[in-house]
């Protein structure tokens, strides 16, 4: 029998009433069997209308993988769109972090800054205050941290090998953010202005798709979990 640690997150986590759980399961149970095994004791999960991605040890894999004694189990819904990460050791891969501090801005352009780049491009997402016609009163962000940081590293150094840039830095705020506030920002660096651009838009877009941060948007009246903008998990290759 293999001892499994599984996590469950934002929706997952409120439906099944716990973040964490430890269960055996036969050598050789992949982790599509395991979902469904999940489905069966706790019947709300079945009410995620979207697709529910999985991760191993902090790495999406697919459903047929097979776990092993020991592994950590995650069931990571939809995404939405003070912990720091060593900076890497390619050249344009700046400091990554996620934190409950408010995000400053300044500091990621400090960190990009080169003589060599003639371009500073910066993407601040901050909180609005509607949204489908709903008065948002705040956000709260949750995410899933050693795997959000692996995964904001590989879009980073990911930016890096698409475009001709100097620097990337990002920074996600997770917590209660409030209206006007920044929730996540990304400053790049290029020798030129459309790289700087184009490095940044498809960084904060790649971000949105396999980052696992969830963010739960409170509104007069109520409060609703938000999906990604795709609503699907990411297409894993082989």
Not at 171 to 193: L, M, N, P, Q
């Given at each position: 029998?293999?001892?499994?640690?599984?996590?469950?997150?934002?929706?997952?986590?409120?439906?099944?009433?716990?973040?964490?759980?430890?269960?055996?399961?036969?050598?050789?149970?992949?982790?599509?069997?395991?979902?469904?095994?999940?489905?069966?004791?706790?019947?709300?999960?079945?009410?995620?209308?979207?697709?529910?991605?999985?991760?191993?040890?902090?790495?999406?894999?697919?459903?047929?993988?097979?776990?092993?004694?020991?592994?950590?189990?995650?069931?990571?819904?939809?995404?939405?769109?003070?912990?720091?990460?060593?900076?890497?050791?390619?050249?344009?891969?700046?400091?990554?972090?996620?934190?409950?501090?408010?995000?400053?801005?300044?500091?990621?352009?400090?960190?990009?800054?080169?003589?060599?780049?003639?371009?500073?491009?910066?993407?601040?997402?901050?909180?609005?205050?509607?949204?489908?016609?709903?008065?948002v009163l705040r956000l709260e962000y949750e995410a899933y941290e050693p795997m959000a940081l692996n995964e904001m590293r590989k879009l980073a150094r990911e930016a890096g090998e698409r475009f001709k840039i100097?620097?990337?830095?990002?920074?996600?705020?997770?917590?209660?953010?409030?209206?006007?506030?920044?929730?996540?920002?990304?400053?790049?660096?290029?020798?030129?202005?459309?790289?700087?651009?184009?490095?940044?838009?498809?960084?904060?877009?790649r971000l949105k798709e396999i980052v696992p941060v969830w963010k739960k948007e409170y509104f007069e009246g109520g409060?609703?979990?938000?999906?990604?903008?795709?609503?699907?998990?990411?297409?894993?290759?082989?």
């Open positions: 029998m293999n001892r499994l640690t599984i996590k469950l997150f934002a929706t997952l986590r409120e439906r099944a009433r716990a973040a964490e759980l430890n269960r055996e399961f036969p050598e050789g149970t992949t982790v599509g069997e395991i979902w469904s095994r999940l489905l069966s004791e706790f019947p709300a999960l079945g009410g995620h209308h979207d697709g529910v991605a999985f991760a191993v040890n902090q790495e999406y894999v697919k459903e047929d993988f097979r776990p092993r004694n020991e592994d950590e189990v995650a069931f990571i819904p939809p995404v939405s769109g003070g912990v720091g990460v060593p900076e890497s050791n390619l050249r344009w891969v700046g400091p990554i972090s996620i934190g409950h501090e408010p995000v400053d801005i300044e500091a990621l352009e400090r960190a990009v800054a080169d003589p060599s780049a003639g371009a500073t491009v910066t993407f601040a997402g901050t909180t609005r205050n509607g949204n489908a016609g709903r008065q100097v620097r990337i830095a990002i920074r996600h705020r997770i917590g209660f953010v409030d209206i006007g506030e920044t929730s996540v920002a990304i400053a790049v660096s290029a020798a030129h202005r459309a790289e700087a651009f184009d490095a940044c838009r498809f960084a904060i877009d409060e609703v979990w938000i999906g990604c903008q795709t609503s699907h998990p990411p297409e894993l290759h082989s």
